[in-house]
């Protein structure tokens, strides 16, 4: 399957695509509620019923290409691995990587590729409902609970978070250590904030890492762990769009939609999103 497959010409689907798509059909460490293997193809299924224009520009201009989805059967290492090769193989070629998956424990493989490529400091941008701040969760580092403690302890990536409802004491204490920059949900759908700004000091390359449970679970409830009270669909593409602003995108993901059988309206808002993002690093340029 290819995204956006009935809407791409000839030319906008070739190895020169600005947007690279890679599926990754990843459920290791899932905790909760399961499905998130059938993600990736559901999400791109879904994106052959979108329209080319988004906010009156057409982001698939830029060319998307579809690569070959990432074995997932292999152990949870060599799966990681080979995302991190095709990422950083994407970023090499100046292209932008689209990680969809999949559980967010993914992120790390796709941000490690990213960071080689550029050899520059990296800075994520995450919308999540879960901070994914352990050190480890259930036995596992390389879990969706941990994904973002190895990247900003261990490898040193700048964090700002947004629209976080659901954390335990030691993420509390990890994102005080760490300067981890956040605004949670509460704050933000309560005080009806669409506009933020990262400090000049956080890094210029940003990879943006989109986990769909940082939606409110009434309008997203397709995902493994949905928490109530999330952000709202163009509150958060503002909060990105915002984010972003003045910096480059040198790589994205959409994580963690489960789809539910009979509901393809929660692949298709999945698709979507993943549509706009791609519009949000177009018009920013």
């Known amino acids: 399957m290819i995204f956006l497959d009935s ?170 250590q760490n300067n981890v920059i956040f605004i949670d949900a509460e704050e933000l759908v309560t005080g009806n904030i669409h506009d933020v700004t990262l400090p000049d000091d956080f890094p210029q390359d940003v990879y943006i890492s989109f986990d769909v449970d940082g939606l409110d679970a009434a309008i997203m409830p397709a995902t493994g762990t949905p928490v109530p009270g999330g952000l709202g669909y163009y509150q958060s593409l503002a909060l990105v769009r915002s984010a972003l602003r003045g910096r480059r995108c040198v790589g994205l993901d959409v994580v963690e939609l489960a789809p539910i059988a009979g509901w393809d309206v929660w692949n298709f808002t999945a698709a979507q999103l993943t549509y706009a993002l791609m519009g949000i690093v177009q018009q920013n340029d």
């Open 7 to 176: 809407e791409l010409t000839q030319s906008e689907r070739g190895p020169e695509a600005r947007f690279q798509i890679v599926p990754m059909p990843l459920e290791k460490t899932v905790s909760y509620g399961s499905g998130t293997a059938d993600g990736p193809a559901a999400l791109i299924e879904a994106s052959d019923q979108l329209e080319r224009l988004w906010r009156g520009i057409e982001p698939c201009a830029a060319g998307i290409t579809t690569t070959p989805a990432i074995d997932c059967s292999v152990p949870l290492e060599y799966a990681l691995d080979s995302l991190a090769a095709r990422t950083e193989s994407i970023a090499r070629a100046g292209h932008i990587p689209v990680t969809l998956g999949g559980e967010h424990s993914l992120t790390w493989a796709a941000v490690i590729g990213v960071k080689r490529a550029i050899d520059r400091p990296i800075g994520i941008i995450q919308i999540d409902a879960h901070a994914d701040l352990r050190r480890a969760y259930q036995g596992f580092r390389h879990s969706h609970a941990s994904v973002m403690q190895l990247l900003v302890e261990e490898e040193g990536v700048a964090l700002a978070q947004y629209g976080v409802r659901a954390l335990c004491q030691e993420e509390a204490d990890i994102r005080t």
